[in-house]
């Protein structure tokens, strides 16, 4: 059985850290202390981890691109371990603050990162895990919005969203898609609902 290739989505560099765009990258750290292991420096221009989650062979990987050039890092890590199990974790507008999806394929949404890495590999056919940031309020700039940090009132919910997208990624290596999307996307945390 292949082994794993585990992307998450982000731009390196402290000043980026904590910005919306950089999620993949927070699911991908909460991943590798799971996995008991570091990011070490690949010459495919990414920080990778190899080792095991769930019984299964992953390398987990944060490209070093910038979001927008994220494909031919892919690319070169999944010729590397010579893998077609791909996951991509990623920054999502069109799912609100709070949810989490899993999917296969489809289009890229705008999203520059995953435009990337369907050019690189030739296919769209690669699983994503999408977490859900919500539209920009009133007329601030996508490009903007996406670099800014997680609001004051979101970083209260953001451990639990990026510990339980680690349990949607461990779900899709051990049981697959549809299983995963029957378990969790039933589930989201309900932020705007009366206090549970």
Do not use: C
């Not at 769930?54 to 979001?67: Q, R, T």
């Not at 991509?88 to 949810?99: M, S, T």
């Not at 489809?106 to 520059?112: F, Q």
């Amino acid at each position: 059985m292949d082994r794993w290739l585990v992307v998450g989505l982000g731009n390196p560099g402290p000043e980026y850290a904590a910005n919306r765009h950089n999620a993949g990258f927070m699911v991908a750290d909460e991943l590798a202390a799971r996995a008991g292991g570091r990011f070490k420096a690949h010459r495919a221009r990414a920080e990778v981890m190899e080792g095991r989650l769930v019984g299964a062979s992953v390398v987990l990987a944060k490209p070093l691109s910038f979001m927008n050039l994220s494909g031919g890092p892919v690319k070169a890590l999944a010729d590397f371990y010579k893998t077609t199990q791909l996951i991509v974790i990623h920054d999502e507008l069109d799912v609100p603050y709070g949810a989490l999806r899993t999917k296969l394929g489809g289009g890229d949404n705008g999203h520059n990162g995953l435009k990337s890495i369907t050019k690189s590999l030739d296919t769209k056919d690669y699983l994503r895990l999408r977490f859900g940031i919500g539209r920009p309020p009133g007329r601030m700039d996508t490009a903007v919005y996406v670099l800014k940090d997680f609001a004051t009132a979101e970083r209260k919910d953001l451990p639990f969203l990026i510990d339980r997208a680690a349990d949607m990624v461990e779900s899709l290596i051990q049981v697959g898609l549809e299983p995963t999307q029957n378990k969790f996307h039933a589930a989201d945390l309900n932020l705007s609902g009366p206090p549970r």
